[in-house]
């Protein structure tokens, strides 16, 4: 599973986003429109208990209709249970549902497959569904023998989360009790653009994309669907409450819908209209590269829209249109917004051209096929015969220019970047060819292409083209599959396991073996893990035998092919191993996984109950089956104890348990089972766990309830088989943060996103601000916090405008406490500013597509981002929705523009401007100092003096940097900078790379910086030439105590002897600044002289050497040896006992002197975002010894003594 999630779940659904909101569920509509999912009749609703609050609203009046289905499965296995409240008491009437996943976006019903072969097919559909009786019984029918997922559903109640029930307990006499809470209903309409009901229209509900931050944490995927009757309307019989969620309206394959509500009390009803999007037209124009009309081409228009994807999903033949014999399209009917169009067909596939959808007469550019561009091969099994028949297609999206893929990214801005390797998986195979007998083909396609290969009987495989040279013609090599069958023991019993989960993971692949030989690929990854046993030295070398094997038979196929020809080996295939993915009920324990490319493979093996196993480099052979793998899985190590409610002492119920390594656990027990390494288990009614399962050295205990602030708990780590018992974990109800958002005018904010994020709690969560603008955030675990507040307008954020998560205020902070309610309001300065509209030219002309984000000048400290972002139209148009007034840098990336322009937002409701970028130039040449000789790969810096903030250093604290532009000089030595914006500027020029890379020559070059000078208004400037001195080099060879290299990170400074590190300026520092790896450091470009160097690893005791004397044109080499130091660790609390994270430390040793460095960047990130959650941060690595840390805040100095010992974490606290 270590693959599924991140690649399934992540490459594909990520990119996507949280289409949860957009998923079906378990039936069809009724025939002549659904009345939405009500209250169920008086014989099957759940009891008013006479203890339970009065609900805040009544019950709906529609007639109530279930639409839930009563399904017995196709598993062989039954499940029964009760459904229960919160206090144990039962609840009648629910539907109760099993699923494959805790998560709805990953659910299947017969195969894991499907999550990958159909992605987003959204179903829903249940394994296994029936209805709880009087006394909340239910009986599941048909449950396979797996672990399963269960949710129950009744008016304003429903379980919050799935239910995690194991294989075990299937067929269990005992039962399972099914928790559920208190939620809210939901009633609503859909109208469309004019205002008119709907009917019939499909609606869907669940966390938006802007909370599942929130739906993450909380343990809370809920998906539920109802349909709209004659009238329009439609109810859900219950939500979550207390968080926010999305309702999506589905109307056709093209008309959509979106609307947030919420969070919702419990036990109350809530009500939303979800009105359709208005609709529009677009025509356009097909060329073929000779300017030809291209009839019969595909024009394919992919909404970029991150609400519109699943509709492009589940019908992307409703967002296709074709082209007459004149070249001409049209789409009659899209929604308004940005679309990339995309033309394709035999001939070849256009490059994306992004168009706007404004009204029915929309027009998009002209688009382009590449026809040109060919690509002629041949298809051969590993025997060297001829492929016939086989599919050949097109798998990549061109794009003008040669820097293909940043035009693809200026194309589709953010959101087409992070998907422009998945979208060719959901483009209909347009461009396609098949090969000959002779295994020939010819398809349209440049060098940089990627092409898929499938034929019956072999390994679908993708192959890129950029492997050989342009001139050369590519044979590609397909295998045929093999397989692998073992069988699952019990390592302890001798018997088979009968229920788990076998994947395969590709150690190295066929191709990649025979790349490696030929020196083409990448060393193997390490997974490290402890030396191998002898019985995996056998393995491995028994594992290398075939792979030499295959290698030989490659060499000798290479052999044969054609002078003009190169053999080209598939790449790595993700699809591979997600689908080498099998979930197995086998009574004999045995499984089989087919479909394997050739090569060596690991297969794991995941149970409940016992620690994960695997079987290391597992040859397999084309065409074959690997037989007698046999994985026998331990119990390994066990723990039990129990949770324990912090103060009274009470029991709880239901807690999620995982075991793990590190403080990080916390985020993997999110996953809910799908991480294979952490085991997982559940308290019972007294408290109790038990869980077996556990790794060898895990060391943390992690603890999630509802109604209590999650807890990670160290233990001594575990020993193989051990059983740990008695281990207590309380939980605490935590802290909350509470607060009004307003406007800078003081106008409270419904509505508005307010996350908060800790770093030394290992927490986060996120709400949204009532329709008073308040929020309120609880059950969070003590520790200081950052707050951001954003409005996440909707086309920027479904646009792919993330960076609009920035567009607050300066993020705040606070401290929580434990059982304490923190209050912070926050002032959005982006809310109530002005509505800034402009045009974006070029010597007169429109710059489209560019993309522009303002960065205010005027920041008050680390924290104050204030971030817009827009993107110009194709006449150049932009729109900035709110800025506050005052001065920005405006950040513009255009096709043929880069640059930074300065720019005055007035306190006014409304501005629009028309913005020129300059034509400027700065030009010059570097030449080496005494010979006149061209220096090439010469690092050039232009930096302005006069106040315009770049971009990165804006984001952190307000014009301290300066803007900078990089480039290097060619064989010539010239260098040229263009679009450089009016101001006052200095140059920077060194021989080497401004990270200390080697240079090509082996004569070192110094550094040069030239006068500063003005540059006017489309200015081109050419400088004096630049002559670098020739210079020396320091090579640092670094020990530890035994002589060893020190095979870390090293850092080194060169401090000229006539002066003091600290004063340096900030410019002479980095340039003395060096860096190297394994026992290696350099520091390049150094003046002849005599220095000090100072030389740090992490882990060791800074050192530093005396008098190193520099040469010209020569290397000094020293050697350094560092010495294991101790970790130095500070709490600094004010008298509330709250942290203080902005005092000056300083680190004082016997003689005075100061041996910490408490400044920059890098110094403040360690305080606000590094530490603990007892509010310490790590100060650095010392000498062993006796020191003083003093700690000035406020204008008061505490200090404090500490002796620090070798190897050991030492914890100094100060108080004021």
Known sequence: MRKLVPLALVAVLAVVAWLLFFQKHESSPQTGGETPAAEPASSAA??????????????????????????????RFGLHGTVVDEAGRPVPGAWVAAYSAPFPILDFELDIEEIFTRPLNLSLEPLASSFADAEGKFDLAGVPGRTAYLVARTFQRLTPGRQRVLPEELDGEEGVLLRTVAGADLQGTVLDADGQPVAGAEVLVAPGLKYLIAAFRNRHFFAERAFTDA??????????????????????????????????????????TVRMDPMGGLSGEVVTSEDKAASGAMVVAVPLDLRRLVPFIRDPSSWTASTGGNGKYQFPELPRGQFLVIAQGRQGRSAPMQAAVLDAGSAAPKLVLDTQSVITGRVLNARGEPVAGAKVQLMSIPSTGENREDATRRAGGLLFTVAQEILPEFLPDATFARTETDGGFRIAGWRSARLRVSAPGYVQSDFE?????????????????????????????????QFYLVRGEADELLGQSVRAARGESRPRRSRGEEPATPAEDNAAAAAAKVTEALQKDFAELAAELKPEEDLVLPMESWRAELEASVFCDAADGRFRLDGLPPGKW?????????????????????????????????????????????????????????LGRGQELGFTAMLQGLDDNTAIGESQADGSFFIQGAREGDDHVNVVAAGHASATQEIPPLQAMEER????????????????????????????MVGAVSMQARDFQQTATDEHGRYRMEHMRPGSYFLLTAGLDDESLFSGDFAAMLSSSRILTAYVAEGEVTTVDIVDESAGGCRLSGKLVKAGLPLPGANLAVFATERSGLLDFR?????????????????????????VEAEDWDGQLELEVADVPEDYRVLEVPRTEVRGRVVAEGSGAPVPQASVRLVREDGLASSMFGMFGGGEGAATKMADTNEQGDFLFEGVSPGRYHLEVSGQSWWGEEREDSVPLGRAELPSFELGFNEVKQLDTVRLPVAGNIKVSVVDGSGEPVERGIQVRAVPLDRKAEDADAGEEERLRGFGWNGTGWVRGVAAGSYRLEVESEGYAPASLAAVEVTEGETTEVQVTLRRGANLNLRILDANNRPIGNAKVEVVDPDGVVVNRDDGIGAAFARFFGGNQDGSYRLGTFAPGSYTVRATYEGRVREVPVTLLEGQDELAEIRF
């Open 725 to 752: 018992t008695d281990v207590v974990v309380e939980l605490s109800a935590g802290g909350v943060i509470t607060g009004i958002v307003t406007d800078r005018h003081g106008l409270p904010l419904g509505g508005r």
């Open 231 to 272: 009238a329009g309307n439609f109810s859900v019989e219950a939500v979550p409450s207390d968080f926010a969620l999305a309702a999506a309206a589905f109307n056709g394959p093209v008309r959509s819908g979106l609307a947030e509500f919420g969070p919702l009390a419990p036990r109350s009803s809530g009500r939303v």
């Open 465 to 497: 083209m950029g492997q050989i040279d342009a001139e050369r013609k590519p044979v590609l090599l397909l295998y045929q599959p093999g397989a692998v069958e073992g069988v699952v023991m019990d390592a302890g019993k001798g018997k088979p396991v």
């Open 46 to 75: 759940p009891s008013l208990q006479a203890d339970e609050p009065e609900r805040v609203s009544p019950a709906p009046a529609l007639e109530p209709v279930t639409n839930r289905p009563v399904k017995v499965g196709a598993g």
């Open 867 to 891: 971030i817009s972002t827009a993107r110009t139209d194709e006449f150049g148009e932009f729109e900035f929705k709110s800025l506050a007034p005052g001065e920005y840098v405006l950040n």
């Open 602 to 658: 690991e297969i794991g093996v995941q149970a409940p109950n016992y620690a994960r196993a695997e079987a290391d480099d597992v040859p397999v052979r084309s065409g074959e089956t690997t037989k007698g793998v046999i994985i026998n899985l331990s119990r390994g190590a066990t723990v039990s104890g129990r949770v324990l409610s912090k103060g009274n002492g009470q029991p709880v119920e239901g807690a999620m348990v995982t």
